[in-house]
């Protein structure tokens, strides 16, 4: 058609425009938040209580991922991000980073930065770190940022930037000689922080040479708690939530976070239109897990620190001019480890061409299934976690808890006795650590000593978060720790109610036969270690200790 309305000199130029576009290696903006609920966001369908304009419209314009799936706590997704290796492999299996723990990612880990940065790529991180900072060599200007504008830590308050009593909010880069400058930002004192991220991420592409390809690592502390918000936002995206929500206070603070965010996100596509990077950007967006008892996950099952869907299935999307196919959602199975590979080949790295060994990834490159909608994988591992990996007292107790506790493949569930703290309830979590769950197309199978069940949440959002889970005593509840096995067919069964286990005895043991080739890729955990004597608390600043 083109070539009957235009000359051949000027559709010519227009496809050389076109080539030089896409042949070019494309902006890559990656914003993660942090404890988003599925049902917390308006392009999932279901929300009618917070406002996500922006987000909405570049899911809307660009895919919708159905099947995201990342782990469920911060630090193991965050890993697999930045390495494109599961957590099995990296020694984040564990969980979460303690504040004044000595562990992070092992520094013969290739970080997503560092293959970007040399491959050309500008690279800039925004926002929460959470991979280790008991060394300056595990911060980020050291794993391949040039700039790290944000904290080390897993939470912060939102305006004094202090985590428990210490200061945790740096603008960081590396000297002449490769040292590190950490400049503190005690000045920041009362700003609110996803305000600072969102305006350094819009500083940042005002900045930016255009003709050098970015990567804006934009990572928001929204919506980890504390649930902390400026009122006039509150008075301005809030007042449609009725009193008669349970905690009404506290869920419109949550709500308004998710409005500031969406804002940010607005802002910065904003900024990279006006310097007219972004027909050739790529965008990312996606949670780190799943919400914990104050956001929605509706209609999964669970949330935050457990393996049904509402833990581990994201709110997740992308966006780019460089889609061939967009406005659509895409029900391929995709894992948080992919992003890596996928920017690996739109930057045309070449691993093996690089003095620092890449190791094996397991991420795989989605950009066929993203553009086109191909088919890419059938099988994601949700997470293994072996007591026999580790040495540390949790190990021993695991392994005690198991051998009482035996696993039958057909049994639902048989409640397990822990020690309990009714000030610290997620403690019994800790014994939580031989089980096994992974999903092979539409089969999902969670088996093992350690598994939390989780109810569901309510479709709007105005009772109680989960709905209680009981057995026919009802004697069963939201922390109750089980051993036996589950199997869902989430083709037909989201909300994971229907456990086919007995029914389905050759399902069980096809998917169980996979564990044996996972469990040879965890790595050993020996004794966690912590700082005791209170050193990496400097001046009220915390800073690497080791």
């Given at each position: 058609?083109?070539?009957?309305?235009?000359?051949?000199?000027?559709?010519l130029i227009l496809l050389n425009l076109v080539y030089s576009v896409y042949s070019r290696?494309?902006?890559?903006?990656?914003?993660?938040?942090?404890?988003?609920?599925?049902?917390?966001?308006?392009?999932?369908?279901?929300?009618?209580?917070?406002?996500?304009?922006?987000?909405?419209?570049?899911?809307?314009?660009?895919?919708?991922?159905?099947?995201?799936?990342?782990?469920?706590?911060?630090?193991?997704?965050?890993?697999?991000?930045?390495?494109?290796?599961?957590?099995?492999?990296?020694?984040?299996?564990?969980?979460?980073?303690?504040?004044?723990?000595?562990?992070?990612?092992?520094?013969?880990?290739?970080?997503?930065?560092?293959?970007?940065?040399?491959?050309?790529?500008?690279?800039?991180?925004?926002?929460?770190?959470?991979?280790?900072?008991?060394?300056?060599?595990?911060?980020?200007?050291?794993?391949?940022?040039?700039?790290?504008?944000?904290?080390?830590?897993?939470?912060?308050?939102?305006?004094?930037?202090?985590?428990?009593?210490?200061?945790?909010?740096?603008?960081?880069?590396?000297?002449?000689?490769?040292?590190?400058?950490?400049?503190?930002?005690?000045?920041?004192?009362?700003?609110?922080?996803?305000?600072?991220?969102?305006?350094?991420?819009?500083?940042?592409?005002?900045?930016?040479?255009?003709?050098?390809?970015?990567?804006?690592?934009?990572?928001?502390?929204?919506?980890?708690?504390?649930?902390?918000?400026?009122?006039?936002?509150?008075?301005?995206?809030?007042?449609?939530?009725?009193?008669?929500?349970?905690?009404?206070?506290?869920?419109?603070?949550?709500?308004?976070?998710?409005?500031?965010?969406?804002?940010?996100?607005?802002?910065?596509?904003?900024?990279?239109?006006?310097?007219?990077?972004?027909?050739?950007?790529?965008?990312?967006?996606?949670?780190?897990?799943?919400?914990?008892?104050?956001?929605?996950?509706?209609?999964?099952?669970?949330?935050?620190?457990?393996?049904?869907?509402?833990?581990?299935?994201?709110?997740?999307?992308?966006?780019?001019?460089?889609?061939?196919?967009?406005?659509?959602?895409?029900?391929?199975?995709?894992?948080?480890?992919?992003?890596?590979?996928?920017?690996?080949?739109?930057?045309?790295?070449?691993?093996?061409?690089?003095?620092?060994?890449?190791?094996?990834?397991?991420?795989?490159?989605?950009?066929?299934?993203?553009?086109?909608?191909?088919?890419?994988?059938?099988?994601?591992?949700?997470?293994?976690?072996?007591?026999?990996?580790?040495?540390?007292?949790?190990?021993?107790?695991?392994?005690?808890?198991?051998?009482?506790?035996?696993?039958?493949?057909?049994?639902?569930?048989?409640?397990?006795?822990?020690?309990?703290?009714?000030?610290?309830?997620?403690?019994?979590?800790?014994?939580?650590?031989?089980?096994?769950?992974?999903?092979?197309?539409?089969?999902?199978?969670?088996?093992?000593?350690?598994?939390?069940?989780?109810?569901?949440?309510?479709?709007?959002?105005?009772?109680?978060?989960?709905?209680?889970?009981?057995?026919?005593?009802?004697?069963?509840?939201?922390?109750?720790?089980?051993?036996?096995?589950?199997?869902?067919?989430?083709?037909?069964?989201?909300?994971?109610?229907?456990?086919?286990?007995?029914?389905?005895?050759?399902?069980?043991?096809?998917?169980?036969?996979?564990?044996?080739?996972?469990?040879?890729?965890?790595?050993?955990?020996?004794?966690?270690?912590?700082?005791?004597?209170?050193?990496?608390?400097?001046?009220?600043?915390?800073?690497?200790?080791?």
């Amino acid at each position: 058609m083109l070539g009957t309305l235009l000359p051949l000199p000027v559709l010519l130029i227009l496809l050389n425009l076109v080539y030089s576009v896409y042949s070019r290696q494309p902006h890559i903006v990656l914003i993660v938040a942090d404890d988003l609920g599925y049902n917390d966001v308006g392009f999932r369908g279901y929300n009618t209580f917070v406002s996500t304009p922006n987000l909405d419209e570049l899911a809307n314009e660009g895919v919708i991922l159905e099947n995201h799936i990342v782990s469920a706590t911060c630090s193991p997704s965050r890993t697999s991000l930045m390495t494109g290796r599961y957590a099995i492999r990296t020694g984040f299996w564990k969980g979460n980073l303690k504040r004044n723990e000595e562990f992070g990612l092992g520094l013969d880990e290739t970080l997503m930065p560092e293959m970007l940065k040399r491959n050309g790529y500008r690279t800039h991180g925004v926002g929460k770190w959470h991979l280790g900072m008991f060394t300056w060599e595990h911060t980020p200007v050291k794993r391949g940022f040039e700039t790290w504008f944000g904290m080390y830590l897993a939470e912060q308050n939102y305006y004094s930037h202090k985590s428990v009593e210490g200061i945790d909010f740096r603008d960081n880069y590396l000297d002449a000689d490769g040292n590190v400058v950490d400049n503190v930002r005690r000045d920041l004192e009362g700003q609110y922080s996803t305000h600072l991220f969102t305006n350094r991420s819009v500083e940042l592409i005002q900045a930016h040479d255009q003709n050098e390809p970015l990567f804006l690592y934009l990572a928001y502390t929204s919506v980890h708690t504390p649930h902390q918000a400026p009122q006039e936002d509150v008075e301005k995206y809030a007042m449609n939530i009725s009193a008669n929500i349970t905690d009404f206070l506290m869920r419109k603070k949550y709500s308004t976070m998710i409005s500031i965010m969406d804002e940010g996100v607005g802002r910065v596509v904003d900024a990279l239109k006006q310097k007219g990077m972004m027909e050739n950007t790529v965008l990312v967006f996606t949670s780190d897990n799943g919400a914990g008892l104050s956001g929605s996950n509706y209609p999964l099952r669970g949330g935050k620190r457990s393996f049904f869907e509402g833990g581990v299935r994201a709110a997740s999307f992308v966006y780019s001019p460089r889609l061939e196919k967009s406005g659509y959602i895409n029900k391929n199975l995709h894992h948080v480890t992919d992003w890596y590979a996928t920017f690996q080949k739109l930057a045309g790295d070449k691993p093996n061409l690089h003095q620092k060994p890449q190791l094996e990834i397991d991420g795989v490159d989605i950009w066929s299934s993203l553009s086109k909608g191909e088919p890419c994988r059938d099988e994601v591992l949700y997470e293994l976690r072996d007591p026999s990996k580790r040495l540390d007292s949790t190990g021993k107790d695991a392994r005690d808890v198991a051998r009482a506790y035996p696993v039958s493949l057909n049994t639902s569930s048989t409640t397990i006795q822990l020690p309990y703290d009714e000030m610290r309830p997620l403690k019994a979590l800790n014994y939580a650590q031989d089980f096994f769950a992974i999903r092979w197309k539409n089969w999902k199978l969670i088996t093992g000593t350690g598994i939390t069940l989780h109810g569901w949440t309510s479709s709007t959002g105005q009772t109680d978060e989960y709905e209680q889970f009981t057995d026919e005593s009802g004697n069963l509840h939201d922390w109750t720790i089980v051993s036996g096995t589950f199997l869902f067919d989430l083709s037909v069964d989201i909300r994971e109610k229907n456990n086919l286990a007995d029914d389905y005895p050759d399902v069980v043991k096809k998917l169980l036969n996979k564990r044996q080739s996972y469990v040879e890729k965890v790595k050993f955990i020996s004794e966690r270690k912590y700082d005791k004597h209170g050193i990496s608390l400097v001046d009220g600043v915390w800073k690497p200790w080791v």
